[in-house]
């Protein structure tokens, strides 16, 4: 039986004197032809959840269109396949940019192939350092292996319920439980990593302790959303003056995001909310907590 969150953690008060080093720099690492707003809102979200530093490692084709979007945002381009999606040439560019950041982003519009499952797989071998692992993140790190996969405590992953049947598929021989906070925190306990399961009341757990989601609307079911989430969780995991563990990062970025898209459908209706309009609104949310 795990232990039932209900708390949510708070950011400390910045000091008169920080600077922008002291929380955080988060490397957002995604991107390819025809999904390039997918890192940009990472990282317009990660800004507005007080990362200092943000910069997207970006396929050489789409990065200058993806830093006009994102224009807080330094950026970093790195090779590319002929289809236009990060190869394994860029790997070393990778390595190399993740000594000066905190935190690591993977997926957000990254698309799926060979050669980045042996970049993903070679990331988290090498980096010691907070992970959140999304969208194509994830359904590239399914097939990198069928017979389950060893994670750092500090890695987050952030699967919808397609992805996280995909990878139960790929890394376990028997069937998926049918309950949802079942299904987080066995993930959770056999692979290592903190694991939420988005959809409505998202589960956050790292298979000792769970907390489940009260915030958020069918407004948020929308393209884009998935990406200010990653972005929220990726700055927190980065904010060193905060000292968050990957749960509690978790845990609070899950419910800044939801909360947001509560404050959003209420000024504009669920019908009419956007990704866009649940990043202008985690400023409010971060108030409010």
Wanted: net charge negative; hydrophobic share 45%.
């Amino acid at each position: 039986m795990t232990e039932r969150i209900t708390e949510i953690p708070k950011l400390p008060e910045r000091a008169e004197d920080a600077h922008k080093g002291l929380f955080g720099k988060l490397l957002i690492a995604g991107g390819c032809r025809g999904m390039v707003g997918a890192p940009a809102l990472a990282a317009m979200a990660a800004f507005r959840s007080g990362a200092g530093l943000v910069r997207m490692a970006l396929p050489r084709s789409v990065q200058l269109s993806a830093a006009i979007i994102a224009p807080c945002a330094t950026s970093v381009p790195v090779a590319e396949d002929e289809n236009g999606l990060i190869c394994q040439g860029a790997i070393h560019d990778l390595l190399n940019a993740m000594e000066d950041n905190d935190s690591l982003a993977l997926g957000p519009g990254m698309g799926q192939s060979l050669q980045l499952q042996a970049v993903i797989e070679r990331l988290l071998k090498e980096v010691q350092k907070p992970i959140v692992i999304d969208a194509d993140g994830l359904n590239n790190l399914a097939a990198i292996r069928g017979d389950g996969l060893q994670l750092s405590d500090i890695t987050v992953l952030t699967p919808h319920p397609g992805e996280i049947k995909r990878l139960w598929k790929a890394w376990f021989r028997e069937e998926m439980p049918t309950e949802r906070t079942e299904q987080a925190e066995q993930l959770a306990k056999r692979c290592g990593a903190v694991v939420v399961l988005k959809g409505a009341g998202t589960v956050v757990t790292d298979g000792k302790r769970t907390y489940v989601n009260e915030t958020g609307n069918p407004g948020m079911a929308t393209g884009g959303a998935g990406d200010v989430l990653t972005g929220c969780i990726g700055a927190l995991l980065a904010n060193q003056a905060a000292g968050f563990e990957a749960l509690s990062a978790s845990i609070l970025g899950v419910y800044i995001h939801g909360r947001a898209g509560d404050l959003a459908a209420a000024v504009m209706g669920e019908t009419s909310v956007t990704a866009l309009d649940i990043i202008d609104y985690l400023g409010e949310a971060y108030m409010s907590v």
